[in-house]
């Protein structure tokens, strides 16, 4: 399977496009979707867009009450309960969802954890590393028999914190030295090379993968970030207001939709996306501007990575 070469195609969408924008037009009627997350956030935007497309949205919540809240007005969305910190937990709802029988065609993992301080899940994993990688690994590994045979894509929701840090080999779960924005930016990369890979393996079998960055955007993924960082950081003023270029909710979620249903993008299988569109290699540091950095596209570390999460979860339903 050739790389997909990180350029743009004309998609005829923008930085600006809202998640309106890209379903309009779009019918999913009896499809299944599946969003982590899908009850906050831009996880929220992409529940509500998709379910007003056709799409059955499935939404896994660790806060299933209050994730049942969040969408009471959302018709076509199911709430179950996940939390992706626990395996045991993806595998309870892995097999509660696959002995309905349902297929799934499309699972958009958009759940993450930002700004944790130092803190391990499981057997000593690393938070954000365990919790925005490891866990969405376990998971679309365990409904890999789900995932529809007539084509499915899984877009895994990057950010441009890639650029913060590609994979610390030798220290993965940051035994030393900890970092929270370096650990949030390890698992960001980790999330686009899982995409690299799981395209690399699954295309065949007519499983796209794609990763994305849905820009800067004032969520509650923030929520632990206190305001005086905020501010000093250039993401809010000391009114509140959200800094320049950053994008509204309805427009951050724009990309993982366009991802997971624009018909241009099928050739394209593994491409980091942003702005709606494949993103371009990026030049500089700038991570308003984005971009993609090579080292979270790059297929060896994209293999490597996948060998690696497969030893920790015990998991491989795609290799071989």
Known sequence: MAITEQHRIGSGFGPRSTV?????????????????????GL?????????RAGAQVVVPARRVEAARKALCDVDNAEVDELDLADLDSVRVFSERFLDTGRSIDVIIANAGVMAYPCRDVGPGWEAHFAINHLGHFALVNRLRPALARSGA?????????????????????????YDTWRAYGQSKTANALFATHLDAIGAATGINAYSVHPGSILTPLQRR???????????????????EGFK???QGAATAVWA?????????GGAYCQDCDIAEVATD???LVGGVKPWAVDPA???????????????DSFSG
């Open 20 to 40: 309106g924008e890209v379903v309009d037009g779009v019918d999913l009627t009896g499809k299944t979707v599946l969003v982590t997350g899908g009850y906050s």
């Open 43 to 51: 996880g929220k935007e992409a529940t509500a867009a998709l379910a």
């Open 153 to 177: 894509r899984v877009v895994a929701v990057a950010s441009s914190g890639h650029f913060l840090s590609g994979i610390r080999w030798n220290d993965l779960h940051f035994s030393r030295d």
């Open 225 to 243: 970030i206190p305001r005086a960082e905020q501010i000093a950081q250039g993401w809010i003023g000391s009114d509140g207001s959200r800094a």
């Open 248 to 250: 509204t909710p309805a």
């Open 260 to 268: 997971a249903t624009a018909a241009p993008l099928a050739g394209h």
């Open 285 to 287: 540091d700038d991570m």
């Open 301 to 315: 570390a994209a293999a490597r990575l996948w060998t690696l999460s497969s030893e920790l979860t015990g998991l």
